[in-house]
């Protein structure tokens, strides 16, 4: 049992912020050696049920649900700040050829523990991740989230078709792939596998046939993919596809929409294409840093809101300009409030802190297992220092509620704000600072 007195920030079941100033967290291990909250509230209210354990006091500091990343390319990781004309010659010139490097198993493993490294010291404690077409990627990757006890889920690319050589892979041989990953990773430890087309002009109807199959067989992964992000990648889609009703409708007749499957950004999009998300389950993964960073346009919480599908917040490293789920919850709140191609609105605090925790899991299905620090959620959780920096000391200093204390962290914190961070399974790189 280890028990915390700090502020104390959770959240309730329909997403109301909590907030002790004096709060209390106990955390101890299950039958199976993973952290649990056991309790989570005022110190006042519940320190007596603890009087004979010891407390790890940390004032001025405040515990948080770690984040969640609903959508990241970890071999993109040094593509990020490339620069570029837009999102098709961006992949051209960058990303494609980046992610030949990652046949290399030594350099995927490399990369995947510098990357895991950079999650954690941003707080980001559970990611859906891309891999590249490689399997060799995909094991790098899990191997490295295992070490940690870091609850992870990716996939290997799937791309049999406008793809440059070295990232390109073969229809039949992917799929197989694919299953074979499914068995060696899927529900160990915390991991979890994604079945993952890049997107789906870059996939053969064949091997989106053997993904919706695939995805049949294996009811309880997840599906991850792009759509609606770009102007030009529609048009090209419809041009691929012209017998599906829209971009989005592509992976539907494919069977790639149900629960656990997640699409990044879902911009361009008609209320048909927002009923087809509702009525699926399928979820979106909103990429602000990356749609501003590429020109692509902004999500419209209004309308998804309006016809009710579920979405959070992703960074989408490396089109995403920063792993830090304080710039990416900032350019949540500048996409919300454009109001010339859409409905504008001004997001809460506490909302955009949602949509990165307790939301985001959600989304994913893993809705009271992380994202939050209610009992019996593992326990991910972060140490906040709202005095980082001078300016943000000053200005956490002057807050008067909740909201004006975390927009003040939105606006202007960043990584110095994690003062470390702390993972379910506990291990000696479970704090990184």
């Given amino acids: 049992m280890r028990v915390y007195r700090s502020a104390l920030l959770r959240f309730a079941d329909d997403g109301t912020a909590l907030y002790d100033q004096d709060g209390l967290l ?9 952290e649990r909250v056991v309790a989570a509230g005022p110190w006042q209210a519940l320190s007596s049920h603890y009087a004979g354990h010891p407390v790890t ?25 490339s620069p570029a004309d837009g999102l098709l ?9 980046h992610e030949t490097r990652f046949a290399d198993p030594a350099y995927g493993e490399q990369v995947a523990e510098f990357f895991i ?27 490295q989230a295992q070490r940690r006890g870091m609850r992870l889920i990716t996939g290997k690319v799937l791309q049999d078709r406008h793809s440059p050589d070295g990232v390109r892979d073969e229809t039949e041989q992917s799929l197989i792939d694919t299953e074979a990953l499914i068995r ?5 430890d915390r991991l979890g596998y994604a079945i993952t087309p890049r997107f789906a002009p870059t996939s053969t109807h064949e091997q989106l ?19 609606a992000e770009n102007l030009d990648e529609i048009r090209w889609a419809r041009e691929l596809f012209p017998a599906s009703r829209s971009y989005l409708a592509v992976y539907d007749d494919f069977g790639l929409m149900r629960e656990r499957a997640v699409y990044a950004h879902c911009i361009h999009f008609d209320d048909d294409d927002r009923a087809l998300m509702r009525d699926t389950a399928s979820v979106a993964a909103v990429s602000p840093t990356s749609n501003l960073f590429l020109g692509s346009g902004f999500f419209d919480y209004a309308g998804a809101d309006r016809v009710g599908f579920g979405y959070g917040l992703a960074s989408d490293v490396g089109g995403g300009t920063s792993f830090s789920p304080f710039h990416t919850m900032l350019a949540a709140y500048y996409v919300g409030r454009e109001g010339q191609t859409k409905q504008g609105l001004s997001l809460s605090p506490e ?29 991910d959780f972060v140490v906040l220092n709202p005095a980082a920096t001078p300016l943000l000391a000053r200005k956490t200093q002057q807050a008067r509620n909740l909201a004006e204390l975390l927009f003040a962290l939105i606006v202007i914190g960043d990584d110095r704000v994690i003062q470390s961070t702390h993972i379910a399974n506990p291990s000696p790189r479970n704090a990184m600072r």
């Fill in 89 to 97: 010659p961006w992949l051209e010139n960058y990303t494609f050829p």
């Fill in 184 to 188: 060696r990773w899927h529900g160990v």
């Fill in 209 to 227: 046939r053997g993904a919706g199959e695939l995805a049949a067989r294996y009811s309880d992964v997840w599906i991850q993919s792009h759509v």
């Fill in 351 to 379: 909302q955009l802190w949602w949509q990165h925790t307790a939301g985001a899991a959600k989304a994913l299905g893993l809705g009271g297992v992380v994202g939050n620090l209610q009992p019996g959620c593992e326990a």
């Fill in 117 to 143: 490294d950079e999650l954690l010291r941003n707080g980001v404690t559970t990611a859906l991740t891309f891999a590249t077409s490689h399997p060799a990627s995909v094991d790098a990757l899990m191997a």
């Fill in 57 to 81: 006091h940390l004032p001025g500091r405040i515990i948080a649900p770690g984040f969640v990343d609903m959508h990241i390319h970890f071999p993109q990781t040094d593509v990020i700040g």
């Fill in 26 to 34: 106990a955390v101890a291990p299950d039958a199976a050696g993973r």
